[in-house]
């Protein structure tokens, strides 16, 4: 069955510290992986896309993952993270039907 | 604002009321796609449809929920006898093919009493 699981619940972190998120999917076929991003109030936005070639995908505002087919994992990553980062990030795999299965979800908050 | 427009933002309803929520998709986009989304958890599929043409239900789509996208431009999810278990956050997400970028409306957020 097709599954994501994002290892983190709830992240702290301290303006300019780095971010590393988790995220582990299970899925036979060609994989296709996305990391969104919901900032409070707002929709459901893309941060990245990992389709193929490069493992190292960039995406908006300074994000990046790295797809590690070995480890079946596309973590999401950030330098240094600023106050305007708090939000809620979806990892998500997409099936061959397009439907996007979902983890549950990472609640960052970055305190000035 | 071109994007994926959902309607009513808010719903809020008493136990056993019908309740029918509408999505429009960014123009031209074939695929439209159905989430619900609950408190601390990520948004679960529920259906999608090719056009007009509904090609998956999520075995969470139960027979008192039905989805309908006439003409191939906007679709309605439909909840009879709305449950207390169906307050949730329904998120509507369209894209022009299965291979490209799935954009999301803000969601209508369902409250039943």
């Known amino acids: 069955a097709q599954s994501v699981s994002q290892h983190n619940h709830h992240v702290i972190l301290s303006e300019a510290a780095s971010l590393e998120l988790g995220c582990n999917y299970s899925y036979g076929g060609t994989v296709n992986l996305f990391w969104y991003v919901q900032y409070p109030g707002q929709h459901l936005q893309l941060l990245l896309k990992?389709?193929?070639?490069?493992?190292l995908v960039k995406g908006i505002k300074g994000f990046e993952a790295e797809f590690i087919k070995s480890k079946f994992s596309f973590n999401l990553r950030k330098p240094s993270v600023q106050w305007s980062d708090t939000a809620e990030y979806f990892c998500a795999v997409k099936g061959n039907t397009g439907k996007l299965i979902f983890g549950q979800g990472t609640t960052l908050q970055v305190k000035p | 604002d071109t994007g994926v427009s959902q309607n009513p933002r808010h719903k809020i309803t008493k136990r056993g009321q019908n309740v029918t929520f509408r999505c429009d998709p960014i123009s031209e986009h074939n695929r439209l796609y159905w989430y619900r989304q609950t408190l601390g958890q990520g948004p679960e599929f529920l259906t999608y449809?090719?056009?007009?043409?509904?090609?998956?239900k999520s075995r969470l789509l139960s027979d008192r929920f039905s989805a309908e996208r006439p003409k191939g431009s906007f679709s309605t999810l439909e909840i009879q006898r709305t449950e207390q278990g169906d307050s949730a956050m329904y998120l509507c997400?369209?894209?022009?093919?299965?291979?490209?970028?799935?954009?999301f409306g803000q969601g209508t957020r369902l409250t039943v009493v």
């Open positions: 990992y389709f193929s070639g490069d493992p």
């Open positions: 449809f090719q056009n007009e043409a509904q090609l998956e």
């Open positions: 997400a369209s894209s022009f093919s299965s291979n490209t970028e799935a954009f």
